[in-house]
Structure formats: C-alpha cells, structure tokens
C-alpha cells in the first residue's frame, strides 16, 4: 500500500504502461474511499481492542458479539463460524470465552435440542452499549449534518458495499 494523497493521484496515471494490457488506474474517488475507509476501520479497531482488552477477551471475540447482536436470524455456532471466517474449533473457543465472560448464553432450540442459539446477555449487552456510547454519539453528530436522502446514499452505499464484499472470498494467495 503506498502512502500517499488520493487528491494528488492523476486520473490517468499508469495509462500509458497499462495501456496494452488492459488495466486502469483507480479512479481518484476510489482512491479517496478506500483511504477514508481503512481509516474508519482503524479507528473503529481501536475502539474494539480497547473494550476486547477490557473484558479479557479477543478482537474476535468482539466481532462474534456484533455479529450475534446484528444478526436477522438467530445466530448458531455455524453461522457464527461463516459470519467470522474462521474453523469450528475457533468459534467454539470464542462462544466458551463468551458464555464464561458473562456476555452470551447458548440456548438450545425447543423443536429441535440439537441447534444451539447464542444470545447476547442483557446485561453483557448494556455494558458494551454504555463503552462505546462515544461511537454512537460521534456517529449521530455527524448524522446531524446531513439529510434524510444523503443519509439513504450513504447507507444504500455501505449495504452495496457489505453486500458486494460478502460475496468475495479471499485473494490471491502471495
């Protein structure tokens, strides 16, 4: 990754070499977006390592608590497992330091005693909404400064976006 200014980027850098084979240089938008979005993921990364540490937990299993509380569905080992990417072995490591630190419960389905549902504890659930309320009113502050229609772009935005990288699956190997 270079470091370096989207704004400054030319549009038609790389052109001319590429020019053979087919490639485009980014466009500069692009370039802007994918600078503000890994900045936005450092930031929100600090704020998850600070509360993981807190807990004694792991960034992952901090993941596994937003994924439980955003699911549609209820959320199962199984989907916890494809949600977050990784072996049953770790997600099974992940939902015990859950359960034993008191954020989730496994509940096992009446219809069926073979599925599990993780809940997210209540209580667990307040304790995390009340660290990152800082997130929640930063984000409302910012919302402020928009309106209703440029809040429905942004948000058909990301929904595209969380869409289209759910459906990518790993690189390239390097």
Known sequence: ME????????AAEGDAADEGRGARAPHP???????????LDGE??????????????????????AAILDSATPMT?????QRLGIT????????????RAGHVKRVRESTDRRVVHLHYVPGAQAQ????????????????RRFDASEIAIVLTFLRALNEELGETRAGPQI
Do not use: M
């Open 3 to 10: 470091n370096r200014d989207p704004e400054q980027v030319p």
């Open 29 to 39: 938008d692009l370039l802007s977006l994918a600078v503000e979005l890994r900045r």
């Open 44 to 65: 929100l990364q600090r704020l998850v390592h600070a509360f993981a540490a807190g807990q004694d937990l792991h960034s992952t299993d901090v993941q596994a608590l």
């Open 77 to 81: 080992p199984s989907l916890l497992r």
């Open 88 to 99: 049953s072995g770790a997600v099974s490591a992940c939902i015990d330091r859950l359960e």
């Open 128 to 143: 995390a909404r009340k660290y990152f309320a800082p997130l929640a009113e930063a984000t409302d502050q910012v919302r």
